[in-house]
């Protein structure tokens, strides 16, 4: 037989192994068969010989195939079981398993403050709905999405009624061009009356926190005496006293006077898996983002992404959990808060589960304006530790001292277990970092810390498990009060190793009675009172460590410094640029890995 007649053979054979029954025991038999024909050593093999008796139930052309090319029998049967396996899987009967139905992908909805009806579906951009109290009052699955139009300003709330479930959250995002949408939470006043003496009135029913001027936040007075003078108010009895020359209609239209009277712009309340992108709040009450797990035992799958808050009346991104709820995985990342009557971000009360809860690429800044508070707080009142917060690549600035805080983060009140790295923390009025008050296991790592109103790192520890303050870079206080670079107070086990602190008014390190702290590897240059007070300090290198320009925010290393190398290891493996670390025979001491 010629190699074209074989290879025509071979086509047709396999056209007629399309037409083999496909139930799974004719695909057995005919498995099996080839299987023994493999591992035979039978006459089979040898062209012309015998059939043996257990082959009588192959298809006759597989034995004539077979005596045909028997060089190839090997290939060709591998091929064969191939096919039939393949076709095995098809056309079987009512007890195989079917494939998973598909993840639902959920409905889009469309919001629309200019042009939009709640009468609408809301299905589609040319139908979309108008207020957010429509969203508000409705029921949405996991995977849905309710988009708000860019460009659009919604004076009213947005309370999340409903939890996605893992994988398929429900997203409340944007759609257009144009700003994000703005959820504003105060009113422009109108209808004033004349109380005399430049004072006018206005009805309020809710008693408002902040009162704002033309976009001013006023100055509250306390009684209706004290309203004497520009953007100052006073509110009691449901009404309003504000200092106006003239009637504040006229004298303050851009946009006029607001009192912010929503208590939050977004408020989730015990559901989960729910994601917030691109939107912006305004001028909130209380607190511009509310996440809370409250009476529940869990909260998880939270995404709060690419979002703002100014001027909030609280807290600009508030999560809070109570003594017996776990939170985990929730994410709040690339958002931004200013100009917060207090905190800019504040997670309290919070457990975290395995992935807890993490702060990434955010902006504080200009937050503490009123309060008492800080740019980025984690703190307890319950008596449970919050912990497994990380608070990682974000810029704290011009956090507001109202009252002796001002710091740009702050592990606070027993929180322990939690990671601040690679941030750059500068020019607030308080202190940089406090890296705990009360607790233990928390890191500090790899931060830019500079020109901060008081100490660079301060800490006060538990006594149960050490802190760590690793590879940071503290550089001079704007303060006029003589300060250290790092203060550890009263009580606690610190490691600090391998930063740079340099130009401090007072000593590199000052360690109270009570605290244990291991100094080693650190460098220390021009600190007005010397490197360490009451504390011994190993491998310390005292030479300028020459950063490139630590006046102008340049922290990382010149050639010929010596604090190359010079480092500890502390199994860092990451630098503040994403460098391997080490790069040389040991680290280097800074935030900066030389290249």
Wanted: charge should be neutral; aromatic fraction near 8%; proline fraction near 4%.
């Amino acid at each position: 037989m010629t190699r074209r007649r074989i290879r025509a053979g071979i086509r047709l054979k396999y056209l007629n192994l399309q037409q083999v029954p496909s139930d799974n025991t004719t695909c057995g038999r005919i498995v099996f068969t080839m299987l023994l024909l493999m591992l035979s050593n039978d006459s089979l093999s040898r062209p012309g010989g015998p059939v043996a008796p257990w082959a009588v139930a192959c298809p006759a052309w597989i034995g004539t195939l077979w005596r045909r090319v028997d060089m190839l029998r090997y290939v060709l049967l591998i091929f064969l079981l191939i096919v039939i396996l393949a076709g095995c899987g098809g056309g079987g009967t009512s007890q195989e398993t079917s494939d998973p139905p598909p993840a639902n992908p959920g409905k889009t909805y469309y919001v629309d403050a200019a042009g939009g009806n709640d009468n609408n579906p809301g299905t589609s951009a040319d139908n979309a709905w108008r207020t957010l109290s429509k969203v508000s009052a409705s029921s949405f699955s996991p995977g849905d999405s309710i988009l708000l139009k860019r460009g659009g300003t919604w004076r009213e709330p947005l309370t999340v009624r409903s939890s996605g479930s893992a994988g398929q959250p429900i997203t409340f995002g944007a759609y257009g061009s144009g700003n994000n949408p703005e959820i504003n939470g105060a009113n422009i006043l109108s209808s004033w009356s004349n109380y005399g003496s430049n004072v006018w009135t206005a009805t309020v029913a809710a008693q408002p926190r902040q009162v704002f001027f033309n976009g001013a936040r006023g100055t509250p007075a306390a009684n209706v005496a004290a309203v004497n003078g520009t953007n100052k108010w006073h509110w009691s009895g449901n009404v309003l006293y504000v200092y106006s020359t003239a009637d504040p209609g006229t004298a303050y239209t851009s946009p006029g006077i607001e009192a912010s009277v929503r208590e939050s712009c977004v408020s989730i309340l015990n559901k989960s898996h729910i994601t917030v992108d691109g939107l912006s709040c305004q001028k909130s009450n209380m607190d511009g983002y509310y996440m809370a797990a409250l009476g529940v035992p869990s909260l998880s799958g939270i995404t709060l992404r690419n979002s703002t808050s100014a001027n909030a009346g609280r807290v600009g991104f508030y999560l809070e959990g109570d003594a017996s709820s776990v939170i985990d995985g929730v994410l709040i990342s690339g958002c931004a808060s200013s100009y917060s009557y207090s905190h800019g971000f504040e997670v309290i009360n919070v457990t975290g589960g395995g992935n807890g809860v993490t702060i990434f690429k955010c902006l504080s800044h200009h937050d503490g304006q009123v309060d008492p508070a800080h740019g980025i707080s984690v703190f307890t009142n319950t008596g449970r530790r919050s912990s497994r917060v990380t608070v990682s690549r974000c810029e704290i600035y011009n956090t507001r001292d109202a009252g002796g805080e001002g710091n740009g983060l702050q592990f606070d009140t027993e929180s322990s277990d939690n990671i601040a790295e690679y941030n750059y923390v500068h020019d607030n009025e308080g202190l940089g970092i406090v890296a705990a008050n009360g607790g233990g296991g928390n890191t500090v790592r790899y931060n830019l810390i500079s020109k901060n109103g008081r100490n660079g790192i301060g800490g006060k520890g538990d006594g149960i498990a050490a802190n760590n303050i690793y590879n940071n870079v503290l550089y001079k206080s704007s303060g006029s009060i003589v300060l250290s670079g790092i203060i550890l107070y009263e009580s606690g086990t610190f490691n600090v190793k391998n930063n740079i602190v340099q130009g401090f008014s007072s000593f590199g390190i000052d360690v109270n009675a009570g605290v244990n702290a291991t100094c080693s590897n650190n460098a220390f240059y021009g600190n007005i009172d010397g490197a360490a007070h009451s504390v011994n300090c190993s491998n310390s290198v005292t030479a300028d460590p020459m950063m490139t320009d630590p006046e102008n925010g340049i922290f990382t290393l010149q050639r010929n410094s010596p604090a190359i190398d010079a480092g500890s290891n502390v199994d860092l493996t990451t630098d503040y640029a994403g460098n391997r670390v080490p790069v040389g025979p040991a680290p280097d001491i800074g935030a900066f890995e030389y290249q």
